[in-house]
């Protein structure tokens, strides 16, 4: 699996931005498609995730109710709106495509691709 992610920028506080995942040399029925984040100096850690087939979603606890995942069948891509944007969001926002359990999808490690990253920079 092939991920490109786009759509990264500098944003004021309280703005939105929508970041894009699009993935390419497989098809994508089994997989789920997380976000993760990485700020400088700090671990990568999980934003959000969607089961590619089902469209089950599940959030962190610091971006619910902020931001939306979605995907688009038709496009083979992945999205992430994020609104209410706060300065603690800004870091390198990662795609991910995982054939983990649901249950496991919170770890970085249950990835098998990425994509390269893009850069959110929130300012206040």
């Known amino acids: 699996v092939q991920l490109q992610a786009s759509g990264g920028g500098l944003v004021q506080a309280g703005g939105y931005l929508r970041l894009s995942c699009a993935a390419s040399?497989?098809?994508?029925?089994?997989?789920?498609m997380g976000w993760f984040r990485q700020a400088p100096g700090k671990q990568r850690e999980f934003v959000a995730v969607?089961?590619?087939?089902?469209?089950?979603?599940y959030y962190a606890e610091s971006v619910k109710g902020r931001f939306t995942i979605s995907r688009d069948k038709t496009k083979d891509t992945v999205y992430l709106q994020m609104n209410s944007l706060k300065p603690e969001d800004t870091a390198v926002y990662y795609c991910?495509?995982?054939?983990?359990?649901?249950?496991?999808?919170?770890?970085?490690?249950?990835?098998?691709?990425w994509g390269q990253g893009t850069q959110l920079t929130v300012s206040s």
């Open positions: 991910g495509a995982s054939l983990g359990a649901w249950s496991t999808l919170r770890s970085e490690n249950m990835y098998l691709s």
């Open positions: 969607i089961n590619w087939n089902s469209g089950t979603l």
């Open positions: 040399g497989h098809r994508f029925n089994n997989y789920k």
